[in-house]
């Protein structure tokens, strides 16, 4: 399996809801991202997890709260968005966080595509 | 941060032409991947290139990465429409971190007509 999964691919939230984004990998690695892109832009990192544990945060509002259940999961918890969040969130893993040299790269998944109304 | 700049932010070809793209870094690169995505869509893996100079080639395809290391380029050879998408170049960020913050630039849109 060389895929990362995530789960829904399309999510629709009024502001007062909350909700999850799941991501999922089976292949062993040990750093997990959550990704967010806007229509026409690059994407921005969010978090970062190191096995398993939080390591970076770039300064994300305190509506959208990570976790990482085991070294195969990622999850993102939303509650109280706004409308400017919506957007595609991505998920990607790599194998070795302590990776400097880069040597293996990073596997995205196909996204979450959320609306907030 | 490592910035980066790519061009042209879009291009327009017709089929069967050869196409380049460019991806320029402030500082030395020492990870540097290129995606491809459909809109929407997520991010599919190209290539990756570290060493001064590298060179690789997947189909019709070739990355290069240059002596310095600041910059990269995509070459597409007889472009197709399935080639059609936003290419994305990605850089790991500074050698201190201590994880690899990958960053990116703001993508060429490529459209590939008949």
């Known amino acids: 399996d060389t895929e990362v999964t995530q789960t829904p691919k399309h999510l629709v939230m009024g502001m007062t809801n909350k909700k999850s984004l799941k991501c999922e990998q089976h292949?062993?690695?040990?750093?997990m991202y959550w990704y967010k892109q806007k229509a026409k832009k690059p994407p921005e990192l969010m978090f970062v997890?190191?096995?398993?544990?939080?390591?970076i945060n770039e300064s994300v509002p305190s509506r959208f709260s990570p976790e990482c259940p085991n070294s195969s999961l990622l999850n993102l918890h939303l509650h109280a968005l706004q409308p400017e969040d919506s957007a595609l969130y991505l998920c990607?893993?790599?194998?070795?966080?302590?990776?400097?040299?880069?040597?293996?790269?990073?596997?995205f998944g196909s996204g979450t595509r959320l609306t907030v109304v | 941060s490592q910035e980066l700049e790519q061009s042209p932010q879009s291009l327009i070809v017709q089929e069967g032409k050869n196409l380049t793209i460019n991806c320029t870094s402030s500082?030395?690169?020492?990870?540097l991947y290129w995606y491809k995505q459909k809109y929407g869509e997520g991010l599919i893996f190209l290539m990756m290139?570290?060493?001064?100079?590298e060179e690789k080639s997947h189909e019709k395809i070739t990355a290069k990465l240059d002596e310095k290391k600041q910059q990269s380029s995509l070459h597409i050879t007889a472009s197709q429409p399935s080639h059609a998408g936003i290419y994305l170049c990605?850089?790991?960020?500074?050698?201190?971190?201590?994880?690899?913050?990958?960053?990116f630039g703001r993508g060429t849109q490529l459209t590939v007509w008949p």
């Open positions: 292949m062993g690695h040990r750093a």
């Open positions: 500082k030395t690169l020492y990870g």
């Open positions: 997890y190191s096995y398993e544990k939080l390591s």
């Open positions: 990605g850089a790991d960020g500074d050698r201190g971190s201590t994880l690899g913050r990958l960053y």
């Open positions: 990607a893993s790599s194998q070795d966080p302590l990776d400097r040299r880069g040597r293996y790269g990073y596997t």
């Open positions: 290139l570290q060493k001064g100079g």
